[in-house]
């Protein structure tokens, strides 16, 4: 065997016994909490905590295979890029073990940062962010959207548009799609399965999110990275993928018009929910604040259980994860503006070869090289025609190197001297 080929298997094995050892990591399953917690809460009136417990985890058999794949690591880009992966899993598989304690909200944090951590320009932060969203979307509320009269759509109806939808892209390889009565979201998506809870109450544009969200992005990166025969790594939703996963989830509800202001504003909430609790609000103080906004308990209920899922419900330790979508949306939208400003079109696709974090793209460009990373099977049709998304991000690179505040400056004076009475 000559040395590429020694080099190759290499890659290929760390790859498998890191895709072993993330396998016992299943992080939202692990934190779900039973209905019958939430009867309770609301047969107290909603005025005690939630009595929550937590089945126990292991870690052992996940830092073992860790540290056997650390054992036959190089110094290699491609090796500091396995090396992420193991802290991840490592990191992954230590705060399932540590539910219910601080210790969680520590390794949480160190998985999908905090709300006032800054963004790449060291600058910005998602808390700012969110109440930047906030603060517009609010100004907003005296104007007609145009949006149909609010009805709530079963979960019936939404999965019979994502029936048709995953079997017009996936064909054979369709997930199914399951109505549920317990789930920790309204929709979870694996390779083979996108579940619905029963008792979510749908928008009139949920079902396009959904399909956008769940099927075209995390099923179809699940099944590519499930095609990898020589990374396999690449098959594993780990946390270290999740900003990257959920951003582009998000981002292509953005890019297909499926979004809208309510959907904004729920992920504007979560990091400032989240935010509350690490300066100490308890669950029923992050309960309060929910209801006020949405005024529905048990969405309220919910929203709340997202935070406080596997930390500590009186507050300070909370669970970080509901930070990266918008987060993760700003990255990935950075990243794409990026690609366009500097002609790499070619880098597009590669953001979709499986579950994977925008700053492993130039190891995958080398793998790819290599003959171990396999383009895409399925990718969305914002991406598969990408004729719309180039114009957009054409346009948008011309419009970053303008100076906004003075053109910003120009028409605030203007608007500023029209009466505000128009609705």
């Given at each position: 065997m000559n040395k590429i080929a020694e080099e190759q298997a290499r890659i290929h094995q760390i790859s498998a016994i890191l895709y072993s050892a993330s396998?016992?990591?299943?992080?939202?399953?692990?934190?779900?909490?039973?209905?019958?917690?939430?009867?309770?809460?609301?047969?107290?009136?909603?005025?005690?905590?939630?009595?929550?417990?937590?089945?126990?985890?292991?870690?052992?058999?996940?830092?073992?295979?860790v540290n056997q794949a650390r054992g036959l690591l190089g110094s290699s880009d491609v090796d500091q890029w396995l090396q992420r992966i193991s802290v991840k899993l490592e990191y992954g598989a230590l705060m399932m073990a540590s539910v219910g304690t601080k210790?969680?909200?520590?390794f949480s944090e160190k998985l999908y940062d905090k709300p006032t951590n800054a963004f790449t320009d060291d600058k910005s932060t998602p808390l700012e962010l969110a109440n930047s969203f906030d603060k517009k979307i609010s100004s907003y509320a005296n104007y007609d959207l145009g949006a149909p009269p609010p009805m709530c759509y079963l979960a019936t109806d939404i999965a019979g548009q994502m029936e048709l939808a995953v079997a017009k892209m996936f064909g054979d390889e369709a997930p199914k799609i399951e109505i549920v009565d317990e789930l920790s979201a309204n929709a979870l998506a694996n390779p083979k399965l996108i579940r619905l809870r029963r008792t979510a109450c749908f928008t009139d544009l949920d079902a396009q999110q959904l399909i956008n969200h769940e099927a075209y992005i995390h099923v179809a990166t699940s099944i590519n990275g499930l095609n990898q025969q020589h990374l396999k790594i690449l098959a594993a939703g780990h946390p270290g993928t999740t900003k990257t996963q959920e951003g582009l989830a998000v981002f292509s509800e953005y890019i297909t018009n499926s979004i809208d202001l309510d959907r904004l504003r729920r992920l504007a909430d979560r990091i400032i929910a989240i935010q509350m609790s690490i300066d100490g609000a308890d669950f029923l103080d992050v309960y309060h604040y929910f209801l006020t906004r949405i005024g529905n308990e048990s969405q309220a209920y919910e929203n709340s259980r997202r935070v406080f899922r596997g930390g500590v419900l009186t507050g300070g330790a909370?669970?970080?994860?509901?930070?990266?979508?918008?987060?993760?949306?700003?990255?990935?939208?950075?990243?794409?503006?990026?690609?366009?400003?500097?002609?790499?079109?070619?880098?597009?696709?590669?953001?979709?070869?499986?579950?994977?974090?925008?700053?492993?793209?130039?190891?995958?460009?080398?793998?790819?090289a290599m003959g171990l990373c396999q383009p895409a099977k399925y990718l969305p049709p914002w991406v598969k025609d990408a004729r719309y998304l180039l114009a957009y991000l054409t346009c948008s690179d011309f419009l970053n190197k303008m100076d906004m505040p003075k053109v910003y400056s120009h028409y605030d004076e203007l608007l500023h001297s029209i009466p505000q009475k128009i609705s």
């Open positions: 396998q016992p990591i299943r992080i939202l399953s692990h934190l779900e909490w039973h209905r019958d917690i939430k009867r309770q809460f609301f047969a107290n009136n909603a005025k005690e905590l939630p009595k929550v417990s937590y089945p126990g985890f292991d870690p052992r058999k996940t830092l073992a295979l210790k969680f909200y520590e909370p669970f970080t994860k509901d930070g990266v979508y918008l987060e993760g949306l700003i990255r990935v939208h950075n990243f794409l503006k990026a690609i366009a400003a500097n002609g790499r079109a070619d880098c597009l696709k590669l953001l979709f070869c499986g579950k994977l974090d925008i700053e492993d793209i130039p190891v995958l460009y080398k793998l790819t």
